[in-house]
């Protein structure tokens, strides 16, 4: 079964600063999908990013960007200039190609001080 | 316009009683899931259904009913509400299997006393 897993229960970073939120997962798939989702208090789930197994790219979406290192099993996300909107849990899921469901860590509260 | 909606956003009842919660999606997507996260924010699949068939069951109590009418909706029926029951349940979608990225609802906290 995949599990995923996110070490850092809390973080916090200053405004306008950069911080790195980090996932590692476990698989024996060679195709698969990556997500990090976004949770702020009004408890939306947002999808900040997604990385598919078979691109080397990291995948980047304006402030977030991601280290996807598959021979690791390893997936972080970077967060550049953080504003105070950032704050947020968030969280990181694995899907198989055609897996029909999501596999969550446990989260990361993120707060970000002005 | 809204693209993953559930009603209602709040629920509080009393144990033992049956309780549904409703999921709509705009999106013309033709898979739909239930999660449950749970009071440590974990988030877990419940069910998912691929055009109004059951694909997942994850092992959930038969108190936990799904009913998916068309492609567009998928509700919840809980009987005999329990204390454990207590979560906040989100509903998503996504157009299976071409597209993995799935989109949530905005959830429904349920809380049972």
């Known amino acids: 079964a995949q599990t995923v897993t996110q070490s850092q229960p809390e973080m916090s970073v200053q405004e306008a600063e950069t911080v790195t939120l980090s996932c590692t997962y476990d698989t024996s798939e060679s195709d698969y999908y990556l997500f990090w989702y976004k949770q702020p208090p009004s408890r939306q789930m947002i999808l900040v990013i997604r990385q598919e197994a078979y691109k080397q790219q990291n995948a980047t979406e304006n402030r977030f960007s991601v280290n996807f290192q598959k021979a690791a099993k390893s997936f972080s996300l970077k967060i550049s200039d953080s504003q105070l909107g950032d704050a947020a849990m968030y969280f990181c899921a694995f899907s198989m190609e055609y897996g029909n469901k999501l596999v969550f860590g446990a989260g990361t509260i993120l707060r970000v001080k002005s | 316009d809204t693209a993953v909606s559930q009603t209602p956003k709040y629920l509080v009842t009393q144990m033992g009683n049956d309780k549904s919660i409703k999921c709509e999606q705009n999106l013309g997507h033709d898979t739909m899931y239930w999660y449950k996260q749970d009071s440590k924010k974990f988030l877990k699949i419940m069910f998912s259904?691929?055009?109004?068939?059951?694909?997942i069951n994850e092992t959930v109590p038969n108190r936990f009913s799904p009913k998916s009418p068309d492609k567009a909706h998928l509700n919840l029926h809980i009987n005999s509400l329990e204390l454990g029951d207590s979560a906040v349940y989100f509903c998503?979608?996504?157009?299976?299997?071409?597209?993995?990225?799935?989109?949530f609802g905005p959830g429904t906290r349920l809380l049972v006393l």
């Open positions: 998503a979608s996504s157009q299976y299997p071409r597209e993995e990225t799935q989109y």
């Open positions: 259904y691929n055009n109004k068939e059951l694909i």
